[in-house]
């Protein structure tokens, strides 16, 4: 039985991953860290949790923690984990960390988007970017897993196989994201209330969110250079979801644009064997509906003879493949679990 | 040209009411009160009211704010303007109050309703229930209005002439309402945030909501004598409206129940000449999309002849003839304007 | 391996049934009855299954079915599984029917409520009333489970133990219940159109609705005569839920109220080892947040000394516990199966 | 007294003319057409009519309306207008046509994007494209108007500027629009539901989108050559609302991107004094939110230095500007009134 331990577990991605730990057969969550809600039930802050989840609430030692259990889910503000990791802890335990803090290699380019000097830039470079379908084998051996971030899953996985294969030109990429409000997180801020939200679609963070850089960077491994992007998230009136609609130049060859068969090919050739991939078949396009709950990232294109241009699209539900599904999928990696424990759910709609 | 100031401009109810005044051809808004949001522009805090609206927010000092009036409304947190009014103020200018400070005649009932001492009972005598329709002469004379909840309002006039003519009986009445989030206020509470309440229903405030007692006072004057209700307010997933289904036991005459056309004459008898009063027809039920923005209480009801009950039912935009439209209504009485000037508003679908 | 056939399975309730028994480890579905979608494959009409069932939508011969399967879910329109099923089909496999063909003992009430003639009337005897917590005993014999609606099972659930108990006058009950808008089906209406129900809020079959005689027939065994109650149905802007708020005036004993302490007796004499029943903690009162995707019936209570009442509250999701959640509890107590296989969800928020 | 006739008047865009012609003091509304509901009361089909409009549907008899009529608006299905519309009837009075017949010049444009064949060819070069911002004078002496499409409206406006002013590269232009749910219509359509809609979020008409054809013309115009874009519509779980993000190169001069002053001219020569284009400040971009229910065009920008684009945005109401707003605004052209008349609306939040 691993024993699990959650920082941030009253946190929207904190409370998913207890939801998704408590479906997993062979992980026990001993340590609920939650520093505002600090000796209260954990199921008074969570109604859903009653009955399931008798634990209280515990602070944010992650020294201590580190010697209860065997891995450690971070789900804690920008910079806070990188403050207080160090090599003993690492040396007991696995770390899942769902912040940035250890997403961007180049420490310079975090701390100018994220507006905060990094406390432990030394331990970077050991950290494997937990995007478990790119890099599964790496992942393996870590120590520590920087869990990417919502956004970035979803574009990264819808471009990465056209980009690879140099179906598309690197400069040509432009990301149109649009998000669920959970992804905003439980803060208590006028701008996230039900009457601000709802009824009412706005892109917010334009050219400044710092999901940006992490794209660039991911992307950039898979085009073999720099990538300079546009990136624009927008806020819709829904709890969870994730829709990137993605547009890129096509490459000609020979004079020809790449056919639907070269694209699809393309993305079977990365993907036919993810089981959380699912790749739909033509004249379909991802809904994020279709995908709520679980741990599926479902990816469709379209090529546009007019304009020479491919729209690529995924849809992920932003608490789990997006966050805590994902932390899991890396959890079962590290342990050597099959991948899918306790994330084969289906998804539920309506 | 009345000269209006606003006190809590920022607040949904006060912002609401800068929309309805904006449309007032008599009035001029000369003081957009804000603690929050002192020296900022107010079309900065409100998006819709770029380019109508140039003031900046300015602060609460109704002293001075009452030499530059000829009204002012307050849509204040409870105590607020209990703690500052007086009398040289209400010489000056004319008060209406969104608060509930002046509401409850009876202090100790204030007091232990809304666990706040009342700073200047003295006044609560002069004022006037603002509820234009059952209150309209004594209006016309205030000083200072006390204007009427917004559950209070669509369940005083949907019951108040069943009761007046003694069709059902006093102890008999539960009132089950469903409210709009924007009822909840602008404030930063993780309650109210949009994930919360999306796809969510509840009741809150079980046997403790502070409209009761106002309810009961109210429907008091009507029958004759003290009034104990079940009023259970409900937080529903839209931003504007309130529902209140309400049961009574009806009253028997020689052994028999009213019909449905005694019901409509009781109803009718008071409400056939009120322009914002729409009395449904049979089989129609009131349903709050169609009242959405405009100053109508939507009324229908139903008797069960199994059950010796009626069902009444109403509806309202909480944020008008629940908080502001009301407001405006009282000051068209006050002012001798039009009663229906400036709140002429076709209901907005869909 | 339990065979399964479902009709109506494109339905809300006949989808929610997949998604359940894909999680039911001794249960395959072998036949996906749809009329409307015929030959069409199932995941082209509900995306989320694309990758997860393969097979393609039949038709709705039971005759057929009964040879292939151990056990019929029937969601289908009221009427029709009256009009074709028979001792044949009985005699080869299980059926839990969805609808309410077989819910009211007496016949003339059903065709009454539902202005149709029943074509089977000789059957209505033997089923048994599926609601599980209640019928557990008769259900485990049956060949035909007549599964609860919606409304009831939250209504019957949250005041039978206090009903039976003779805590309350059989004569007060009023239920006012709320729910989402999968309940009323997949159906292509305009009042189900997202604009006519988004932002809105409304009563709806006031004194004709269905569940009324279902609710009155199951409570009259509790209460041991006949029920009149008052039931209200309110369409909500959410997907899934149901929360009923219920009053009932308490019966004094020596002169006095029952005490909280009471009440929460009763409920525990019927429910303390109920999987899914929960009964909140004084002062907690249901949210459908809090049980969207799951089993779980949430209840809870609060006194009113002032009126003398009681209000109940209880919270499902409508399409699980509601429907198909209940359905498969149904089959698990039929087969000798834990009755909570396939069932241990973990309600999914936000 | 302008006397004006609506076809389709119980569809959404039909419904929202009523509303904002019952604000319009010179126009009385004559003619009440909806085939679906003849006979019927207008305000039994939209309950926010109650008292105030008493009408009962008529049919679409375009003859016999245009000897009642000055003004004709129609907002009917795509090919019905073209075929029933004649010099008889144009020459009795003007029309205004919300539908698409008479938007594109190229008859086989038409025929190609809409499967149609165009019943009368030979009406479509007298008819105005009645984007009153571009073509005021045009409007001014028309017969005929042919109303903009809503992503049309809210697209061209926010690009018009840049492209005219040769800032943004014809080539480069990629529109990611979003709407409300009202844009889709009344019609009974499952994929139109609650359920359907609600927390979902997709694209939808993938380079099929028949306002495609309609930008590009429009454009085109402006670049003084043909254009081709991309244009990818979004469905988003809302009532109202179109929020249009709009991707372009910058052109360099002398090597060097233009400033935000640059772009900000260029709108400002265009819609300096427009009424209803509102041009927000920097760092500000449009929200739905801020414009519901009124005629006003949001418009807002960003410069990329690093890639070298601009983002433009744009909002509107898809009912009023982007339909029935618009459309009263070219009448209001047409008869010599303020072009305001009846649309000075203050957009209603939340």
């Known amino acids: 039985m691993v024993r699990a331990g959650i920082i941030g577990a009253t946190g929207y991605a904190g409370a998913e991953l207890v939801r998704l730990l408590l479906n997993h057969k062979d992980t026990e969550i001993r340590w609920y860290g939650s520093k505002s809600y600090i000796d209260k039930k954990y199921a008074d802050v969570y109604g859903n949790m009653f009955r399931l989840v008798e634990n209280v609430c515990r602070g944010d030692d992650l020294e201590e923690l580190s010697k209860e259990a065997d891995v450690i889910f971070t789900a804690t503000p920008q910079g806070y984990l990188a403050s207080i990791l160090n090599e003993k802890i690492l040396s007991r335990c696995r770390v899942i960390d769902l912040s940035a803090d250890y997403r961007i290699k180049d420490v310079s380019v975090y701390e100018e988007w994220y507006k905060l000097e990094h406390k432990s830039p030394e331990l970077i470079k050991e950290a494997v970017y937990g995007l478990c379908e ?178 690529m699209m995924g849809a992920i539900d932003n608490l789990v493949k997006g966050a805590a599904g994902q932390a899991v999928q890396n959890m079962n990696i590290l342990f050597g679990f099959d991948e899918a424990m306790g994330l084969e759910i289906v998804p539920c709609f309506p």
């Not at 030109?169 to 994201?177: E, F, L, Q, V």
Request: proline share 4%; aromatic share 8%.
């Open 134 to 311: 790119i890099n599964r084998e790496k992942i393996k051996g870590a120590r520590l897993i920087a869990n990417p971030g919502c956004y970035t899953t979803c574009s990264i996985l819808s471009i990465y196989p056209l980009l690879k294969e140099g179906l598309i030109t690197k400069d040509s990429i432009i990301i149109d994201a649009k998000s669920g409000v959970s992804g905003a997180g439980r803060g208590a801020k006028v701008n996230n209330l039900y009457c601000e939200v709802n009824e009412n679609m706005k892109a917010y963070g334009v050219l400044t969110h710092r999901h940006t850089p992490e794209i660039e960077e991911q992307l950039g491994y898979a085009a073999g250079k720099q990538m300079l992007i546009n990136f624009t998230p927008h806020l819709v009136p829904m709890n969870r979801g994730i829709l990137a609609t993605e547009y890129a130049t096509l490459v000609k060859k020979d004079g020809k644009l790449p056919t639907a068969a070269d694209i699809r090919a393309a993305y079977e050739k990365y993907y036919k064997d993810e089981k959380f991939i699912r790749l739909l078949e033509d004249g379909v396009y991802p809904e994020t509906r279709w995908v709520e709950g679980s741990n599926y990232v479902d990816i469709g294109f379209k090529i546009d003879e007019r304009t020479g241009r491919v729209i």
